[in-house]
């Protein structure tokens, strides 16, 4: 019990911290960790506990900072709903895909609700954030704004396209890293949490397969500043498959080492070459779509 009290102190600080870290250039670092102090102390203490422990350092930090003590209580609140969703399956000992599903989910649909309430209260989160982008293009040095498009206004137009597109990658991954970092720090302390199954082991539902057929075959038809809605979807449902079925790719690479009993050899050098070469994320993406749509790991089975 002692231990526990220890535990939820220490990450009660650490949170406090991390919070404090978003006004230094640490948040580079920072920002992605921020739901773990959090979901450590709600794992770790009864509902009583965790509520007092967090209103605490939520006071603390809203006095060492004063008026900017607002904005960093509004993330804070923010990241709350996705710690709850998470952390209460942890203490359940659900699924790590269930877990991480829950993670992605709850932060799309406040990100979603977030922009609805904007709208409604009249504020357009969206043209806001296109006028940011071309005043903040208007201040760069020139140097810079040489290396850009000449037609600015297509250009944030193409970013607030992909808007959805980054809010999805944001929400995989945090979520991502958070049940990474948190699983290790719970499993030392006892918790057994469930982790994924081997990157070898993972395969794609086959009907993605068509979607992303459809996708690829729409993609080489219609104009990418094209102002339409299925632009706008191929804009970022595109990337987002191509992804995926990478990720296939390397999870088939990472099947056919194990099967051979080789060292991990060939699969590492594939996510090297796809860090530093994105270009080859199509040539992935099609050996993945590959690997889903036909039987190629049964008959590589038999070829051993």
């Not at 079925?245 to 060292?263: C, D, E, P, S, T």
Request: with cysteine; glycine share 4%.
């Amino acid at each position: 019990m002692g231990n526990r009290s220890w535990q939820s102190i220490i990450w009660s600080v650490v949170m406090i911290l991390s919070l404090l870290s978003l006004m230094t250039p640490w948040i580079i670092l920072t920002c992605s960790f921020l739901l773990v102090p959090v979901l450590m102390l709600y794992v770790n203490s009864s509902t009583k506990k965790f509520v007092i422990s967090y209103v605490i350092s939520l006071l603390i930090v809203y006095i060492l900072t004063q008026w900017l003590g607002f904005y960093l209580i509004t993330i804070s609140l923010f990241l709350l709903p996705p710690v709850l969703a998470m952390g209460n399956l942890y203490k359940r000992k659900a699924a790590a895909r269930t877990v991480l599903t829950a993670g992605i989910v709850t932060i799309l649909a406040e990100s979603l609700i977030g922009l609805l309430v904007g709208f409604v209260l009249g504020l357009d989160p969206v043209t806001e954030f296109k006028q940011f982008m071309l005043d903040s293009i208007a201040t760069m040095p020139a140097s810079v704004q040489e290396i850009l498009p000449k037609d600015q206004d297509w250009y944030v137009g193409f970013i607030v396209q992909v808007i959805p597109l980054y809010l999805i990658c944001m929400a995989l991954f945090v979520t991502f890293v958070t049940h990474g970092v948190t699983r290790r720090f719970l499993n030392k302390t006892g918790e057994g949490i469930p982790g994924l199954r081997p990157m070898r082991e993972w395969m794609l539902q086959r009907s993605l397969v068509w979607i992303y057929l459809v996708a690829f075959v729409l993609d080489l038809f219609i104009k990418p500043d094209a102002s339409s809605l299925i632009s706008t979807l191929l804009m970022n449902a595109l990337p987002l498959l191509m992804f995926v079925f990478a990720l296939q790719a390397i999870g088939f690479l990472f099947y056919v080492a194990h099967a051979n009993k080789w060292k991990p050899i060939l699969p590492i050098v594939a996510i090297i070459i796809l860090v530093f070469m994105p270009p080859f994320f199509v040539v992935y993406s099609l050996l993945g779509v590959f690997d889903v749509a036909f039987p190629i790991r049964e008959r590589f089975k038999k070829n051993l």
